[in-house]
Nanobody, 123 residues
Framework: QVQLVESGGGLVQAGGSLRLSCAASGRTFGSHAMGWFRRAPGKERELAASISWSGVTTYYSDSIKGRFTISRDNAKNTVYLQMNSLKPEDTAVYYC????????????????WGQGTQVTVSS
């Protein structure tokens, strides 16, 4: 069992930065692929970024590529999403997610979800 708790969301002006953190409990964190999904108002939830259990492989959606960076620290059971050059269209609830494999996560098969953290970018 893995429990995920996000933090770091908030209100920021366009062009600013935020760093989201997701703290995981459970001794299997290091074997799970991790990701950040987001749901913007009126839109479907989408995968923004993901990272394999080893941290070697990452995935970014086209809308955030070059602006966001996902990373993980398995010693601290934590995954991060550094968000730079934020735009109003990045406004969404961001969810941390864990899957047994990176391929499953990218396909949208998620074993564990966090409760979500709100990110609001003002213009």
């Amino acid at each position: 069992q893995v429990q995920l708790v996000e933090s770091g969301g908030g209100l920021v002006q366009a062009g600013g930065s935020l760093r989201l953190s997701c703290a995981a409990s459970g001794r299997t964190f290091g074997s799970h692929a991790m990701g950040w999904f987001r749901r913007a108002p009126g839109k479907e939830r989408e995968l923004a970024a993901s990272i394999s259990w080893s941290g070697v492989t990452t995935y970014y959606s086209d809308s955030i590529k070059g602006r966001f960076t996902i990373s993980r620290d398995n010693a601290k059971n934590t995954v991060y999403l550094q968000m730079n050059s934020l735009k109003p269209e990045d406004t969404a609830v961001y969810y941390c997610a864990a899957s047994e494999t990176h391929r499953q996560l990218i396909a949208g098969t998620v074993n564990y979800w966090g409760q979500g953290t709100q990110v609001t970018v003002s213009s």
